[in-house]
């Protein structure tokens, strides 16, 4: 899983390169991306209760390539908050960092506006003591459309997790993350 995170991370790293030469302006394209989730990401019973879904915002960079395909890498920040009933409760909160890299591929003429994209993701938990770790597959379609020198990209997101980031049961209490995430994504590029 490490040598995963590590490809990943090689990949952003030579988009940035890319973003420096010349070119670029034609190739790449930077901006954020920011969304909500559309369920609960965290699944709690008993003594835990979870609170509403967090926003999810980050940086995000598209290759654009000929005959309609593309590389999209972003950097996804999330909020996780829970909470509990025992004498050690209160409000938890957990922050999340997820790194998908999709190909893209914007649909023929008629349907210009459209796009598919599909890849791997990485889902980083910085909790204490153990930071969390999770692989997942991501799906997902969009629009993108023209709106003077941005692009603005509405996205419906799935993404199937390998694992859960953290499971915990106490005192009849069962707390955990979901393995199946869907997010209504927009991305404002220039």
């Known amino acids: 899983m490490d040598a ?3 490809r990943m991370l090689k ?6 390169l890319i973003a420096m030469t010349p070119l670029s302006a034609q190739l790449l394209n930077w901006g954020v991306k920011g969304g ?3 369920h609960n990401p965290i699944r709690a ?5 979870s609170d509403p879904p967090h926003w999810t915002v980050g940086p995000m ?7 309609g395909l593309g590389i999209e890498v972003d950097g996804l920040y999330r909020i996780i908050d829970y909470s509990t009933e025992s004498r050690h ?7 999340t960092w997820t790194i998908p890299v999709l190909a893209k591929y914007r649909l023929p003429a008629r349907l210009k506006p459209l796009y598919l994209d599909a890849g791997l993701a990485v889902r980083f938990l910085q909790r ?3 930071p969390s770790t999770s692989v997942g597959v991501v799906a997902g379609a969009g629009t993108r459309h023209k709106a003077k020198f941005l692009w603005i990209s509405p996205e419906l997101r799935y993404t199937r997790w390998n694992n859960d980031l953290f499971h915990t049961s106490f005192n009849g209490g069962i707390l955990h993350t979901r393995k199946d995430q869907m997010e209504l994504l927009i991305g404002v590029t220039f």
């Open 4 to 6: 995963l995170c590590y």
């Open 11 to 16: 990949l952003l790293s030579a988009l940035i």
């Open 36 to 38: 909500v989730s559309l």
């Open 45 to 49: 019973s008993g003594i835990f209760s």
């Open 61 to 67: 960079a598209e290759l654009n390539l000929p005959a």
């Open 89 to 95: 409760g209160g409000l938890r909160s957990y922050n």
């Open 128 to 130: 204490l003591p153990i």
